[in-house]
Structure formats: C-alpha cells, structure tokens
Nanobody, 127 residues
C-alpha cells in the first residue's frame, strides 16, 4: 500500500527551527512531484512549498519564502521541509503530498492534482 509518513512536527518558540520529513513507502519518490501543505486551525489547506522531480524547480508561498526550504533525496525516498525563523502564524498541521509526474522540471501547484497524501504532523509555534 502506498504510504507517505510525515514526522518532525513539534512545539517550538518563535524564531526556532524544525525540519519535517516525509518518507514514502510503496512508491518511487523519484517519479513524483512533491509538495508541502499546511492547514491552520479553522482554515483551508494551503500549498506552502513544492519541488519538481529532479529538484530543478521549487515553489514557495510568499509567507514562507526565505524562511522555509524544501528538498528531496530520491535515493532515500524522502522529502524534507526545513523551517527557520518560525512565527506563530506557522502553527498548523503540515502534510506532504505526491503527484505522479511525467516531467522532471515542473511543479504541481494545486491540491486537486496530488495523488497521495500523508496523515499530517502538528507544528505549534508559541510566543
């Protein structure tokens, strides 16, 4: 069975850092565009970062640009989200998602296009 498993969520203070991991099982991550979404309490799920199959292109939501970095290791079948300078507004459940992709240097920008989703990991940033 295809499974994406997020880990690394935690409670941190404003200005702190976290690294989220998304380990894929049952699918070759190299064949997928990957994205990180988050869903704050009472709000819709939003794409915050995405990366193409070969890491040639990345996307960041304006609110996280310069603070978050998405990366992937296709050999380890894992995608990461390094989060620095965390703000209270970053508090959310974070999800990774995979989109089966023909091309190497495109990104997937809408939630409906993603084929597989992880269960989410909670990130809480306190002041």
């Amino acid at each position: 069975q295809v499974q994406l498993v997020e880990s690394g969520g935690d409670l941190v203070q404003v200005g702190g850092s976290l690294r989220l991991s998304c380990a894929a099982r049952g699918l070759p991550l190299s064949a997928y565009n990957m994205g990180w979404f988050r869903q704050p309490p009472g709000k819709e799920r939003e794409l915050i970062a995405a990366i193409s199959r070969s890491s040639g292109r990345t996307y960041y939501q304006d609110s996280v640009k310069g603070r978050f970095t998405i990366s992937r290791d296709n050999v380890e079948n894992t995608v990461y989200l390094q989060m620095n300078s965390l703000k209270t507004e970053d508090t959310a459940v974070y999800y990774c998602a995979a989109d089966r992709q023909q091309y190497y240097n495109t990104i997937t920008s809408t939630a409906m296009e993603y084929d597989y989703w992880g269960q989410g990991t909670q990130v809480t940033v306190s002041s």
